[in-house]
């Protein structure tokens, strides 16, 4: 079994979904007391955040770069980054170390695809439903990326960082979170991507107007996969 190593606080009660659905994966997979080998890094997600508030991405890629060199001397043998507006800096990341980072976009858009789907909503922070870095990685994978409209976005961005990051999950804005979803659908989308890694613990899947895809789950899913598979030597393909 390989070490997973994960780059995770942004924010930690998404880190421990993480941590969680990664186990039981293994368990559900191998039987027994058998679970994964996990090595956690975990941020003080403040100062990303306040880098992120800033624009100050650089520095933000830098904080996670330093993180992912400290993983891989741990000894892990491959990386995720638990969050997923900070994939802006992926690059970043996958360039400071030697071992494969396993992309959130790439494991979360095989899984659309193999749903038979081609047009879905994108759900997160203000920075990843308006800017490129994961919308343009799913349009390469041959998707369309539908996003909330401007008050819709402004709304999300204020539940993620006033609740969500802070354990708290109200029924009034999971309410708010499914009436978007469902205004989504009617522009066409066919499902909705759960891109900020919190989203998922406060509307489950069976409350969504519409199919879920719970980038949480997919990318621990897949991490739990590739541990498990004894000639993964590379990146998640494209």
């Not at 997973?4 to 007391?33: H, Q």
């Not at 994108?122 to 401007?150: A, C, H, W």
């Not at 708010?176 to 613990?201: H, K, Y």
Request: proline fraction near 4%.
């Amino acid at each position: 079994m390989k070490t997973i190593g994960l780059l995770g606080g942004m924010s930690w009660p998404s880190t421990i979904e993480y941590y969680r659905i990664i186990n039981e994966e293994v368990t559900r997979r191998r039987g027994g007391l058998h679970s994964a080998r996990i090595l956690l890094y975990s941020v003080d997600f403040g100062e990303i955040e306040r880098m992120q508030r800033l624009g100050q991405w650089e520095a933000a890629g830098e904080r996670l770069a330093e993180a992912a060199r400290a993983l891989e001397r741990a000894g892990a043998d491959f990386l995720l980054i638990c969050a997923g507006t900070m994939h802006k800096v992926a690059q970043s990341v996958r360039q400071a170390i030697r071992i494969p980072l396993v992309h959130v976009a790439d494991v979360t858009a095989e899984k659309i695809r193999s749903a038979g789907l081609h047009c879905v909503g994108l759900l997160g922070t203000r920075y990843t439903m308006e800017q490129d870095f994961l919308k343009r990685r799913f349009s390469e994978s041959g998707l369309n990326i539908v996003i909330p409209r401007e008050e819709e976005r402004k709304m999300v961005h204020r539940i993620i960082f006033e609740e969500l990051c802070k354990g708290v999950f109200l029924p009034h804005s999971r309410s708010l979170m499914s009436d978007i979803m469902s205004r989504m659908a009617d522009r066409g989308a066919e499902g909705v991507i759960l891109g900020c890694t919190e989203i998922s613990l406060l509307v489950p899947p069976q409350d969504a107007p519409l199919p879920v895809f719970d980038t949480t789950v997919i990318h621990a899913v897949s991490a739990a996969e590739m541990a498990l598979e004894a000639d993964f030597q590379g990146d998640r393909p494209r």
